[in-house]
Protein backbone atom coordinates (compact mmCIF):
# COMPACT_ATOMS: atom_id res chain seq x y z
CA UNK A 1 0.00 0.00 0.00
CA UNK A 2 1.70 3.49 -0.90
CA UNK A 3 2.09 5.90 1.90
CA UNK A 4 -0.06 8.65 -0.32
CA UNK A 5 -3.35 7.42 -2.56
CA UNK A 6 -4.45 9.77 -5.05
CA UNK A 7 -7.17 9.13 -7.77
CA UNK A 8 -5.32 9.52 -11.14
CA UNK A 9 -8.49 10.96 -12.82
CA UNK A 10 -8.85 12.39 -15.76
CA UNK A 11 -11.69 15.11 -13.93
CA UNK A 12 -13.37 16.83 -16.33
CA UNK A 13 -16.01 19.30 -15.32
CA UNK A 14 -18.01 22.34 -16.97
CA UNK A 15 -17.15 25.82 -16.62
CA UNK A 16 -17.99 27.03 -13.17
CA UNK A 17 -18.34 23.68 -11.49
CA UNK A 18 -17.68 22.94 -8.15
CA UNK A 19 -14.34 20.30 -8.11
CA UNK A 20 -13.45 18.09 -4.92
CA UNK A 21 -10.21 16.42 -5.36
CA UNK A 22 -8.73 13.81 -2.23
CA UNK A 23 -5.78 12.25 -0.97
CA UNK A 24 -6.15 9.24 1.15
CA UNK A 25 -2.83 8.47 3.69
CA UNK A 26 -1.52 5.78 6.29
CA UNK A 27 1.47 7.51 7.70
CA UNK A 28 -0.45 8.88 11.37
CA UNK A 29 2.67 11.01 11.46
CA UNK A 30 1.87 13.37 9.08
CA UNK A 31 0.96 16.66 10.04
CA UNK A 32 1.73 19.40 7.01
CA UNK A 33 -0.26 19.09 4.26
CA UNK A 34 0.04 20.55 0.70
CA UNK A 35 -1.70 20.74 -2.45
CA UNK A 36 0.63 21.80 -5.67
CA UNK A 37 -0.60 22.80 -9.16
CA UNK A 38 1.37 21.67 -12.37
CA UNK A 39 0.82 22.48 -15.45
CA UNK A 40 1.90 20.44 -18.65
CA UNK A 41 5.24 20.90 -18.65
CA UNK A 42 6.20 23.08 -15.20
CA UNK A 43 7.09 22.55 -11.80
CA UNK A 44 4.47 22.19 -9.24
CA UNK A 45 3.80 25.62 -7.55
CA UNK A 46 2.40 25.57 -4.23
CA UNK A 47 -1.07 26.42 -4.02
CA UNK A 48 -2.64 25.64 -0.08
CA UNK A 49 -0.62 23.99 2.95
CA UNK A 50 -2.40 23.26 6.24
CA UNK A 51 -1.18 22.07 8.97
CA UNK A 52 -2.93 19.49 11.04
CA UNK A 53 -6.41 19.02 11.20
CA UNK A 54 -8.83 21.60 9.96
CA UNK A 55 -9.86 23.85 6.93
CA UNK A 56 -8.12 26.54 5.16
CA UNK A 57 -9.87 29.04 2.72
CA UNK A 58 -8.18 31.03 -0.15
CA UNK A 59 -10.19 32.67 -2.44
CA UNK A 60 -12.26 30.16 -4.58
CA UNK A 61 -9.71 27.03 -2.84
CA UNK A 62 -10.36 25.40 0.45
CA UNK A 63 -8.33 22.58 1.83
CA UNK A 64 -9.59 20.32 4.51
CA UNK A 65 -7.94 17.53 6.41
CA UNK A 66 -9.29 15.20 8.15
CA UNK A 67 -6.75 13.01 10.59
CA UNK A 68 -8.82 11.04 11.91
CA UNK A 69 -10.01 9.51 8.73
CA UNK A 70 -5.88 10.17 6.81
CA UNK A 71 -8.02 12.16 4.34
CA UNK A 72 -7.63 15.25 3.03
CA UNK A 73 -9.44 17.66 0.14
CA UNK A 74 -9.44 20.59 -1.81
CA UNK A 75 -12.41 22.07 -2.90
CA UNK A 76 -12.33 24.60 -6.02
CA UNK A 77 -15.37 26.39 -6.65
CA UNK A 78 -16.60 28.47 -9.17
CA UNK A 79 -13.75 26.70 -11.59
CA UNK A 80 -12.26 28.32 -14.83
CA UNK A 81 -10.11 26.79 -18.00
CA UNK A 82 -7.54 28.20 -16.27
CA UNK A 83 -7.61 25.50 -13.44
CA UNK A 84 -6.78 22.78 -16.07
CA UNK A 85 -3.66 21.19 -14.41
CA UNK A 86 -2.47 18.52 -12.66
CA UNK A 87 -3.11 18.35 -8.82
CA UNK A 88 -0.51 16.76 -6.44
CA UNK A 89 -1.00 16.48 -2.84
CA UNK A 90 1.73 16.34 -0.50
CA UNK A 91 2.58 15.67 3.02
CA UNK A 92 5.18 15.55 5.76
CA UNK A 93 5.98 15.09 9.50
CA UNK A 94 7.18 17.74 11.24
CA UNK A 95 10.13 18.55 13.51
CA UNK A 96 13.34 19.38 12.08
CA UNK A 97 14.01 18.27 8.32
CA UNK A 98 10.91 15.97 7.23
CA UNK A 99 10.79 14.33 4.07
CA UNK A 100 7.53 15.50 1.44
CA UNK A 101 5.45 12.22 0.47
CA UNK A 102 3.43 12.90 -2.76
CA UNK A 103 0.35 11.74 -4.42
CA UNK A 104 0.67 10.59 -8.20
CA UNK A 105 -1.51 13.45 -8.73
CA UNK A 106 -5.04 14.16 -10.32
CA UNK A 107 -5.44 15.80 -14.15
CA UNK A 108 -8.24 18.42 -13.64
CA UNK A 109 -9.46 19.94 -17.18
CA UNK A 110 -12.37 22.67 -17.15
CA UNK A 111 -14.21 22.85 -20.10
CA UNK A 112 -15.24 26.59 -20.99
CA UNK B 1 11.37 38.07 -7.68
CA UNK B 2 13.40 35.05 -5.51
CA UNK B 3 12.97 32.04 -7.29
CA UNK B 4 14.25 28.46 -8.82
CA UNK B 5 15.83 28.55 -11.51
CA UNK B 6 16.91 25.34 -13.59
CA UNK B 7 18.68 25.10 -17.46
CA UNK B 8 18.26 24.20 -19.67
CA UNK B 9 14.44 23.96 -19.91
CA UNK B 10 15.03 21.00 -22.45
CA UNK B 11 18.03 19.02 -22.91
CA UNK B 12 19.03 15.84 -25.17
CA UNK B 13 21.73 13.76 -25.40
CA UNK B 14 23.19 10.66 -26.56
CA UNK B 15 22.65 7.25 -24.51
CA UNK B 16 25.48 7.07 -22.31
CA UNK B 17 26.52 10.18 -23.15
CA UNK B 18 27.32 12.53 -19.49
CA UNK B 19 24.89 15.23 -19.01
CA UNK B 20 24.67 17.44 -15.94
CA UNK B 21 21.26 19.83 -15.52
CA UNK B 22 21.77 23.26 -13.05
CA UNK B 23 19.52 24.75 -10.53
CA UNK B 24 20.19 27.83 -9.00
CA UNK B 25 17.88 30.01 -6.29
CA UNK B 26 17.68 33.31 -4.99
CA UNK B 27 15.62 32.15 -1.79
CA UNK B 28 18.59 31.21 0.24
CA UNK B 29 16.68 28.49 1.23
CA UNK B 30 19.48 26.06 3.23
CA UNK B 31 17.43 22.53 1.88
CA UNK B 32 18.14 21.81 -2.02
CA UNK B 33 16.34 18.33 -3.60
CA UNK B 34 16.44 17.24 -6.80
CA UNK B 35 13.45 15.08 -8.27
CA UNK B 36 12.77 12.80 -10.77
CA UNK B 37 9.03 12.74 -12.55
CA UNK B 38 7.79 10.49 -15.35
CA UNK B 39 4.02 10.81 -16.99
CA UNK B 40 1.53 10.28 -14.59
CA UNK B 41 4.04 9.19 -11.88
CA UNK B 42 4.39 11.23 -8.45
CA UNK B 43 7.80 13.08 -8.39
CA UNK B 44 10.42 10.96 -6.99
CA UNK B 45 13.18 12.02 -4.30
CA UNK B 46 16.68 11.23 -6.15
CA UNK B 47 18.94 13.39 -3.07
CA UNK B 48 19.09 16.25 -1.38
CA UNK B 49 21.42 18.77 0.22
CA UNK B 50 20.49 20.47 3.87
CA UNK B 51 23.14 23.05 3.80
CA UNK B 52 26.31 21.10 2.84
CA UNK B 53 25.09 17.57 3.89
CA UNK B 54 24.24 15.38 0.96
CA UNK B 55 21.68 12.87 1.84
CA UNK B 56 20.77 10.11 -0.93
CA UNK B 57 17.54 7.85 -1.28
CA UNK B 58 18.25 4.78 -0.88
CA UNK B 59 16.80 3.65 -4.24
CA UNK B 60 18.88 6.17 -6.13
CA UNK B 61 20.76 4.94 -8.95
CA UNK B 62 24.57 5.23 -8.38
CA UNK B 63 24.40 6.86 -12.05
CA UNK B 64 23.16 9.72 -10.19
CA UNK B 65 25.16 12.05 -8.87
CA UNK B 66 24.60 15.55 -7.34
CA UNK B 67 26.78 18.71 -6.31
CA UNK B 68 25.90 21.67 -4.32
CA UNK B 69 29.16 24.13 -4.60
CA UNK B 70 27.23 27.10 -2.40
CA UNK B 71 24.03 27.78 -0.93
CA UNK B 72 22.14 28.94 -4.26
CA UNK B 73 23.61 26.57 -6.77
CA UNK B 74 23.03 22.59 -7.10
CA UNK B 75 23.67 20.36 -10.22
CA UNK B 76 22.93 16.78 -11.06
CA UNK B 77 25.12 14.99 -12.85
CA UNK B 78 23.87 11.73 -14.91
CA UNK B 79 26.93 9.89 -15.69
CA UNK B 80 25.62 7.07 -18.20
CA UNK B 81 22.18 8.03 -19.26
CA UNK B 82 20.18 5.39 -20.47
CA UNK B 83 16.64 5.46 -22.33
CA UNK B 84 14.89 4.98 -18.62
CA UNK B 85 16.13 8.05 -17.28
CA UNK B 86 14.48 10.47 -19.76
CA UNK B 87 11.97 11.82 -17.55
CA UNK B 88 11.47 15.65 -16.06
CA UNK B 89 14.19 16.28 -13.34
CA UNK B 90 13.09 18.66 -11.15
CA UNK B 91 14.88 21.22 -8.60
CA UNK B 92 13.37 22.57 -5.55
CA UNK B 93 14.08 24.49 -2.05
CA UNK B 94 12.99 24.88 1.14
CA UNK B 95 13.36 26.19 4.85
CA UNK B 96 14.40 23.57 7.13
CA UNK B 97 12.19 25.33 10.02
CA UNK B 98 9.01 25.36 7.87
CA UNK B 99 6.74 22.91 7.13
CA UNK B 100 4.59 24.93 4.03
CA UNK B 101 6.04 23.45 1.84
CA UNK B 102 8.79 23.38 -1.04
CA UNK B 103 9.60 25.95 -3.85
CA UNK B 104 9.88 24.39 -7.63
CA UNK B 105 11.96 25.24 -10.57
CA UNK B 106 10.11 24.65 -13.93
CA UNK B 107 11.76 21.30 -14.41
CA UNK B 108 14.46 20.30 -17.04
CA UNK B 109 13.13 17.67 -19.37
CA UNK B 110 15.55 15.21 -20.91
CA UNK B 111 15.33 13.14 -23.44
CA UNK B 112 17.89 10.48 -24.07
CA UNK B 113 18.31 8.99 -27.65
Known amino acids: QKEVEQDPGPLSVPEGAIVSLNCTYS??????FMWYRQYSRKGPELLMY????GNKEDGRFTAQVDKSSKYISLFIRDSQPSDSATYLC????????????FGTGTKLQVIP | DAMVIQNPRYQVTQFGKPVTLSCSQT?????MYWYQQKSSQAPKLLFH???????NEADTPDNFQSRRPNTSFCFLDIRSPGLGDAAMYLC????????????FGSGTRLTVV
Open chain 1, 90 to 101: AMSGSGGYQKVT
Open chain 2, 27 to 31: LNHNV
Open chain 1, 50 to 53: TYSS
Open chain 2, 49 to 55: YYDKDFN
Open chain 2, 92 to 103: ATSRVDRGDGYT
Open chain 1, 27 to 32: NSAFQY
